[in-house]
């Protein structure tokens, strides 16, 4: 089964940076197409960027130019490098895979494997 664990979530101030690690376990290769999600008290999720299987990538509106999605086949990694950070990205930041398809896709119902999360919060 696999097995998704994420971890570099922190406090930072406003405009500061994290890096978010997702660490796959549970298979032997990459063949996941793999996204991040992010979630703030009160909202529903939303879709922050996706690596496809050919690294072909798609970030959302309020994320591109300042975050980048990248993976490490060989360690079984999937990063999210975070930039510029505002108050506004505080958040609980999920990663997720999904099989079926081979482009990057911001659609949440695609992602059948979620991670528990790991907490974002900028501080003004």
């Known amino acids: 089964q696999v097995r998704l664990v994420e971890s570099g979530g922190g406090s930072v101030q406003t405009g500061g940076s994290l890096r978010l690690s997702c660490v796959i376990s549970?298979?032997?290769?990459?063949?996941?197409?793999m996204a991040w999600f992010r979630q703030a008290p009160g909202y529903g999720r939303e879709a922050v960027a996706a690596?496809?299987?050919?690294?072909?990538?798609t970030y959302g509106d309020f994320a591109q130019g300042r975050f980048t999605i990248s993976k490490d086949r060989a360690k079984m990694i999937l990063y999210l490098q975070l930039q510029y950070l505002k108050p506004e990205d505080s958040g609980m930041y999920y990663c997720?895979?999904?099989?079926?398809?081979?482009?990057?896709?911001?659609?949440?119902?695609?992602?059948?494997?979620w991670g528990q999360g790991t907490q974002v919060t900028v501080s003004s």
């Open positions: 997720a895979g999904g099989d079926g398809t081979w482009r990057a896709t911001l659609e949440e119902g695609f992602y059948k494997s």
């Open positions: 549970g298979r032997t290769y990459f063949p996941y197409v």
């Open positions: 690596i496809g299987r050919g690294d072909d990538t």
